[in-house]
């Protein structure tokens, strides 16, 4: 059984910086391309970044600069380091996996995708 856990989300200052984590079970995730997605209050859910079995990594705009997507296979965890929050960053945010990124990244609503995390809430403060 495929299983993706988020734990830690969590509150914090615009300019803070908070670490996501989802955990993978099920499956051998280091073949698949990983992401992080996210759905703003009143917002299509999108995807924000992805990271591949090769290490390759893609960023919105919106984020690039200040997130970071990367793995640990020994530990079968994939994170998102977040930084120079901002409000308009508040969302719940999805690890999500499938055999191709451009699912992850280009993600539109009804998509079906390999694996979901069940999302982790963020709030950022001004």
């Known amino acids: 059984q495929v299983q993706l856990a988020e734990p830690g989300g969590g509150s914090v200052q615009a300019g803070g910086s908070l670490r996501l984590s989802c955990s993978v079970s099920?499956?051998?995730?280091?073949?698949?391309?990983m992401g992080w997605l996210r759905q703003a209050p009143g917002k299509e859910r999108e995807g924000i970044a992805t990271?591949?079995?090769?290490?390759?990594?893609t960023y919105a705009d919106s984020v690039k600069g200040r997130f970071s997507i990367s793995k640990d296979n020994a530990k079968n965890t994939l994170y998102l380091q977040m930084s120079s929050l901002k409000p308009e960053d508040t969302a719940m945010y999805y690890c999500?996996?499938?055999?191709?990124?451009?699912?992850?990244?280009?993600?539109?609503?009804?998509?079906?995708?390999?694996?979901w995390g069940q999302g982790t809430l963020v709030t950022v403060s001004s």
């Open positions: 990271l591949d079995s090769d290490g390759i990594t």
């Open positions: 099920g499956f051998t995730y280091s073949t698949f391309c």
């Open positions: 999500a996996a499938d055999a191709r990124c451009a699912k992850l990244r280009w993600y539109t609503p009804g998509l079906a995708l390999d694996a």
